[in-house]
């Protein structure tokens, strides 16, 4: 299940402001090359954004709720290997909507985002061209990796996953 929305509203401004403050420490995920921030709450994203993705999200389960958001800057050279998002973690918990927000895609091959079958084959079935405020959502346990970015500027997007909303 994947869905596609072609155009938020421009957050590039907003977002750059705090990634200074995200970016200095990082950690190594799928990234090779470039920079993921530390995992960050749903009360340190932009109000007005938070609202638009919980829109689009709630809209396809209103079940949900938002458990962490992450930016990811890639350079000339950096790639995501294929990964997904679901934790496994025990117990076990149902696959959730994981998305991608493309914040600044300044060029052209800047690196797509594939889409691999369950049993992560080989060869991608979907392909998706990094676009300026483009939101990507698909299910947290669907395989994707993020081509290398043939470009000499940062590709830069934020990564989000929501979770089941169940009482403990």
């Known amino acids: 299940m994947l869905y596609l929305w072609p155009q938020l509203e421009d957050y590039k401004k907003t977002l750059l402001l705090i990634m200074g403050d995200y970016t200095q420490i990082g950690r190594r ?39 962490s958001w992450w930016v990811n800057i890639n350079g000339n050279g950096h790639r995501n290997d294929i990964h997904d998002h679901h934790d496994r973690t025990p117990p076990a918990k149902l696959a959730g909507i994981s998305g991608v927000f493309y914040v600044d895609i300044p060029d052209d091959n800047m690196g797509d985002i594939l889409f691999f079958g369950k049993a992560s084959s080989s060869s991608p079935i979907l392909r998706f061209e990094a676009r300026p405020n483009r939101l990507i959502l698909f299910s947290s346990d669907y395989p994707h990796s993020v081509e290398e970015n043939l470009s000499d500027k940062d590709r830069i997007s934020l990564s989000f996953n929501y979770i089941e909303n169940v009482n403990d």
């Not at 470039?34 to 993705?53: A, F, R, T, W, Y």
């Open 29 to 67: 995920k799928s990234n090779v090359g470039g920079v993921q921030s530390v995992l960050l709450g749903p009360e340190d994203m932009p109000d007005k954004l938070k609202s638009d993705i919980d829109a689009k999200v709630l809209s396809m389960n209103p079940n949900l709720k938002m458990i």
